[in-house]
């Protein structure tokens, strides 16, 4: 059911690689909503990935874009405020990648190349499309900008390494810029903490599954999934979050204000009786 929560808006939405990936539930939403959008990914991102097929469902125009690029960027914005007719209402930032974890490195074994592309890709890219979309005054008034992070910004997760660091700065960067932004051009900035989804990046994190199912048992309501992720993103492009910003939103059906619940300890008790053993 739609609601035309963004009628007459317009957005581009970084990341959507295939049918897994939080931006493209984010991207079809957006359109069912009444927005006009754009899709942007990396060259390789997009011959590997299935975005075109997202594009011909959205009648969206796929705009190539290395994010860690400022010339690519100057060039998205430039060339989306003239494919849509205009400035645009929201953004969307979902962007990660670790060389560390994709290549096995622990966190106190890191490969300190690997660590700049990790916060180079993750995190400072971010404040690049900002600083980019600023510039070219590319985002209308009251327009929102939406950036996914995760809890181990805040706290320590098994082998989420580097990321972590990265999802810290990609938060910092939120209330520094939503500052700025907001101060003079009444844009607001905002990342939302979400619970562990499967997506194609997310699944190359080691003990993913048992992470997501941790998860689970922690949280009240459970995990949200990536389509419900999705719906809190449509809220705050929306006019019914104007005066929101340099916020991190959890959205992770209460994990985040956990201590233990019972189906953790319930399952945690469980184990000592299958591991005399164990320490």
């Keep these: 059911m739609s609601y035309n929560l963004l009628k007459g808006k317009k957005g581009i939405i970084f990341g959507a690689l ?97 660590l700049k592309k990790t ?69 607001r900035v905002n990342t939302i903490s979400q619970s562990p989804t499967v997506t194609t990046a997310g699944s190359g994190v080691k003990g993913f599954d048992s992470l997501i199912d941790f998860s689970e048992r922690m949280s009240p309501l459970g995990n949200a999934d990536a389509q419900e992720c999705a719906n809190f993103c449509i809220t705050l492009f929306s006019d019914l979050t104007k005066k929101v910003t340099m916020q991190n939103l959890f959205h992770d059906g209460g994990f985040s204000s956990m201590g233990m619940s019972y189906r953790a300890m319930s399952q945690y008790n469980k184990s000592f009786k299958t591991c005399d053993d164990c320490e």
């Excluded at 860690?68 to 989306?80: A, G, I, M, Q």
């Excluded at 645009?88 to 190349?113: A, C, Q, T, W």
């Excluded at 990609?170 to 939503?178: D, N, T």
């Design 18 to 114: 295939n049918e897994m990936s939080i931006a493209w539930k984010v991207a079809e939403l957006a359109v069912e909503e009444g927005a006009e959008i754009v899709l942007t990914n990396t060259p390789v991102s997009i011959r590997m990935g299935t975005i075109d097929e997202l594009a011909k469902k959205c009648n969206a125009e796929v705009i190539p874009a290395d994010a860690t690029n400022p010339k690519d960027l100057d060039e998205l914005f430039t060339k989306s405020m003239e494919v849509l007719g205009g400035r645009v209402d929201f953004v969307l930032h979902s962007i990660g990648m670790s060389p560390n974890v994709r290549k096995g490195h622990s966190y106190d074994d890191l490969n300190y190349e690997y």
């Design 119 to 187: 916060l180079d890709v993750s995190a400072t890219s971010f404040h690049k499309v900002l600083q980019s979309a600023k510039k070219l005054d590319a985002i209308n008034e009251w327009g929102s900008v939406v950036a996914l992070s995760y809890a181990a910004a805040q706290r320590t997760m098994y082998e989420y390494n580097d990321m972590a660091d990265a999802k810290a700065m990609l938060e910092s960067i939120a209330r520094s810029f939503g500052y700025i932004y907001g101060r003079e051009k009444r844009v």
